[in-house]
């Protein structure tokens, strides 16, 4: 592993788990980043070892999902490492999780079970790449394609055809053609998705370095069950937006005419997005007290603080104290 930059952390626990007999690999999203030249975020492990089996052979463990075969290692210092024994899954009766996991499977078949190419890679005790469905290809060509069948992938999950548009704004990808056209075909289980995960994935693709790329979500109809109609503007304007929540959100349900009432979003989100200057009014060059200090009293220093905001929000240079004081004195509330 010398070749990788593989936290000290996850060597341990790979090591704990090969000296019990057991084959274990790094896989998914952490080897992507790694062949891209990124720090992964977190590092996920798959293993022959059954959950059981890795719960006795550590000390401090979470049963993150036994029925799935999932147990998160609590490492001295450096955090938790989830770990997953390989698996074979049965039909996803809801659209989105599997009826029954069986684990009598080896690497390759759990690889073929992951959603798309560039995510079905693992590493090897060398440090080599496992890579039976052409995912380094696919980084290399910059595509976004689903392992194997893609319309029994989105069968399978629907929230697929969400990552494949998070992904793509994320890495700067293409979705390849099939794959694309089963996103397509497939569209309408995307009602089969709870709005707390479309909001996650969309929220991802607007803090992404292509933000317009949620125009795909329409387009594409993922969103139909939400926003009808698949029409959507240019949303090339989104990434001059300010790379936050907030404005990104606003810009975007303001462009694409979105209702973002229709998903699970937090009160502070709505009305960043409804009121935007109630968003603004804490990051004014002038403070509340110092209004106070100016004479406004009670609700006249909310009033002047929306009006302060709402100017800002059109003239973002001007949230300096000097010149919102000589905004607060043209005004009649003004000293």
């Not at 790694?34 to 293993?47: A, K, Q, V």
């Not at 759990?110 to 079905?120: G, I, M, Q, S």
Request: one cysteine or more; proline letters at 6%; aromatic letters at 6%.
């Amino acid at each position: 592993m010398a070749d990788w930059p593989i936290p000290a952390q996850v060597q341990g626990c790979m090591e704990v788990l090969r000296r019990a007999g057991h084959a274990v690999h790094p896989v998914g999203g952490c080897v992507r980043d790694l062949l891209l030249g990124r720090t992964p975020g977190d590092f996920d492990l798959c293993t022959s070892a059954r959950p059981e089996q890795v719960m006795a052979l550590f000390p401090r463990t979470v049963p993150t999902g036994l029925r799935h075969g999932t147990v998160t290692v609590l490492t001295e210092g450096g955090g938790g490492v989830e770990v997953t024994t390989f698996r074979r899954e049965g039909r996803y009766g809801d659209g989105r999780h599997p009826d029954a996991v069986s684990f009598d499977v080896g690497l390759e078949e759990d690889l073929a079970r992951r959603d798309f190419t560039v995510n079905a890679m693992a590493l090897d005790e060398e440090g080599g790449v496992i890579d039976p469905f052409g995912g380094r290809g696919d980084l290399a060509a910059g595509l976004i394609r689903c392992v194997g069948d893609p319309d029994r992938r989105f069968a399978e999950d629907a929230l697929r055809m969400f990552r494949a548009v998070r992904f793509a704004a994320q890495l700067g990808f293409a979705i390849e053609g099939e794959t694309l056209a089963a996103v397509g075909r497939n569209a309408w289980r995307a009602g089969q998705v709870s709005g707390e995960r479309i909001l996650a994935e969309m929220e991802k693709i607007l803090l992404s370095p292509a933000p317009e790329r949620a125009g795909d979500l329409i387009r594409l109809g993922l969103l139909e069950h939400l926003r009808p109609g698949r029409a959507c503007p240019g949303l090339s304007a989104l990434s001059q937006t300010e790379a936050a929540p907030g404005p990104r959100w606003r810009a975007f349900c303001r462009a694409a005419e979105f209702p973002i009432e229709v998903l699970p979003v937090s009160r502070a989100l709505r009305r960043a997005v409804r009121c935007p200057e109630m968003e603004l009014v804490h990051r004014l060059a002038l403070t509340g007290g110092e209004l106070a200090g100016l004479g406004f009293r009670g609700a006249e220093i909310g009033r002047a603080q929306r009006e302060l905001a709402r100017h800002v929000l059109a003239h973002p240079e001007d949230n300096t104290r000097p010149r919102l004081l000589a905004l607060l004195k043209r005004t009649d509330g003004g000293t």
